[in-house]
Nanobody
Framework: VQLQASGGGLVQAGDSPRLSCAASGRTFSTTVGWFRQAPGKEREFVSAIRWSAGNTYYADSVKGRFTISRDSAKNTVHLQMNSLKPEDTAVYYC???????????????????WGQGTLVTVSS
């Protein structure tokens, strides 16, 4: 599975960009997640979606501002980011994996497939 993340760039605080994660090679695995890593910080979970059921999960820091969704026809997962803050600045990665149990959904080690990352810089 190859994952291609896109949609990053330089944005203003309060903007609402959308990130996309397109898969190639084979059908999406069961769960697709977004993680981010800010400069000098550890990677952290942002959001995830169960491909078949559509269940969604969010980190507290983005709940109510970010929305994850899937486009089955295009084999793509989107992360709509609203009301961006400077602290949202990070490289955003999408990841995929199957048979990820709920208690592991926020752990990057549970995802075997990763995209290359896309940088989102939020200026104040």
């Amino acid at each position: 599975v190859q994952l291609q993340a896109s949609g990053g760039g330089l944005v203003q605080a309060g903007d609402s960009p959308r990130l996309s994660c397109a898969a190639s090679g084979r059908t999406f695995s069961t769960t697709v997640g977004w993680f981010r890593q800010a400069p000098g910080k550890e990677r952290e979970f942002v959001s995830a979606i169960r491909w078949s059921a559509g269940n969604t999960y969010y980190a507290d820091s983005v709940k109510g501002r970010f929305t994850i969704s899937r486009d089955s026809a295009k084999n793509t997962v989107h992360l709509q980011m609203n009301s961006l803050k400077p602290e949202d600045t990070a490289v955003y990665y999408c990841a995929a994996g199957s048979s990820i149990i709920l208690t592991s959904i926020s752990f990057g080690n549970a995802y075997p497939y990763w995209g290359q990352g896309t940088l989102v810089t939020v200026s104040s």
